[in-house]
């Protein structure tokens, strides 16, 4: 009769050897061993025994029983022979706020801008390293104002609004500068107008029957995203979003009127997980 005899270290030992080989030659790779010392830098060689980094000073011949994590810049992750992560974060909650510069197109005549506030959360799901589909609920501060000698005319429309936006990044490093585009829908909160007289008069009017209650545009730009940890990222957006709906409510008799919002967004804020 025959007795095999075999531990548990050989069998990680195995897994450790499948795994460093399916590395790829050429990427950048943090290798640890099992006294702790470290090293990260290009993947130049992997043969039956051992793998071969080159840092930027020296090169370095790893034996592939001594090592312990292999982490990779893409997210690889293997740590004593079973691949904990290979693609990343699916999913990521995020917060943001900032300026909105919003305006009006009042009959295909700009107005003067309305400075205002963005606050909101998002929920960004990627779909590969570089790709993710994001929604969100914000509140923002859109309007447009008209202004001369006489008076100051601030009209105030606030809403809730309901972005969904695709984002493509150029990179899946820390530092990921990204194009984004999309649509948006909104549901008005408060509608009303300033109206500030140079005598120092001042008044204020409810427009709400003016206007409808929702407004569809669509959403252009891009961003930055800076990663701080394996579940932290910050990130600086600027976008210039485009109502494609006349807001004018259709009762209400304003000869043929249209007006249509205008913005450029730019936020910041944090995501996690």
């Given at each position: 009769?025959?007795?095999?005899?075999?531990?548990?270290?050989?069998?990680?030992?195995?897994?450790?050897?499948?795994?460093?080989?399916?590395?790829?030659?050429?990427?950048?790779?943090?290798?640890?061993?099992?006294?702790?010392?470290?090293?990260?830098?290009?993947?130049?060689?992997?043969?039956?025994?051992?793998?071969?980094?080159?840092?930027?000073?020296?090169?370095?011949?790893?034996?592939?029983?001594?090592?312990?994590?292999?982490?990779?810049?893409?997210?690889?992750i293997m740590e004593n022979g079973i691949?904990?992560?290979?693609?990343?974060?699916?999913?990521k909650f995020g917060i943001l706020g900032?300026?909105?510069?919003?305006?009006?197109?009042?009959?295909?005549?700009?107005?003067?801008?309305?400075?205002?506030?963005?606050?909101?959360?998002?929920?960004?799901?990627?779909?590969?390293?570089?790709?993710?589909?994001?929604?969100?609920?914000?509140?923002?501060?859109?309007?447009?104002?008209?202004?001369?000698?006489?008076?100051?005319?601030?009209?105030?429309?606030?809403?809730?609004?309901?972005?969904?936006?695709?984002?493509?990044k150029f990179t899946s490093g820390k530092?990921?500068?990204?194009?984004?585009?999309?649509?948006?829908?909104?549901?008005?909160?408060?509608?009303?107008?300033?109206?500030?007289?140079?005598?120092?008069?001042?008044?204020?009017?409810?427009?709400?029957?003016?206007?409808?209650?929702?407004?569809?545009?669509?959403?252009?730009?891009?961003?930055?995203?800076?990663?701080?940890?394996?579940?932290?990222?910050?990130?600086?957006?600027?976008?210039?979003?485009?109502?494609?709906?006349?807001?004018?409510?259709?009762?209400?008799?304003?000869?043929?009127?249209?007006?249509?919002?205008?913005?450029?967004?730019?936020?910041?804020?944090?995501?996690?997980?």
């Amino acid at each position: 009769m025959l007795i095999v005899l075999f531990s548990f270290s050989d069998v990680i030992s195995q897994n450790n050897n499948e795994q460093i080989d399916k590395l790829i030659i050429g990427k950048v790779y943090k290798v640890r061993i099992i006294n702790g010392w470290e090293a990260e830098g290009e993947l130049k060689n992997i043969d039956s025994s051992n793998i071969i980094i080159q840092t930027k000073n020296k090169s370095f011949t790893i034996p592939k029983v001594e090592i312990t994590l292999i982490e990779g810049k893409d997210g690889f992750i293997m740590e004593n022979g079973i691949t904990k992560k290979a693609d990343g974060n699916k999913f990521k909650f995020g917060i943001l706020g900032g300026l909105d510069l919003a305006k009006a197109i009042f009959n295909s005549e700009a107005t003067n801008t309305r400075s205002g506030i963005e606050i909101g959360i998002l929920f960004e799901f990627y779909t590969s390293k570089l790709f993710s589909i994001q929604p969100g609920i914000s509140y923002i501060q859109k309007g447009s104002k008209f202004e001369n000698e006489v008076v100051v005319i601030t009209q105030k429309m606030n809403y809730l609004e309901f972005p969904l936006i695709c984002n493509f990044k150029f990179t899946s490093g820390k530092i990921a500068p990204y194009l984004s585009t999309g649509f948006y829908l909104s549901t008005r909160v408060s509608c009303y107008q300033n109206q500030e007289y140079s005598s120092g008069e001042r008044y204020e009017y409810d427009t709400k029957e003016y206007f409808d209650k929702a407004d569809l545009g669509w959403i252009a730009g891009g961003g930055v995203n800076f990663t701080v940890s394996k579940s932290t990222d910050l990130f600086v957006n600027f976008y210039y979003s485009m109502g494609l709906t006349n807001i004018i409510n259709s009762s209400q008799s304003f000869d043929n009127a249209t007006v249509h919002n205008r913005g450029m967004q730019i936020t910041a804020g944090v995501k996690l997980f």
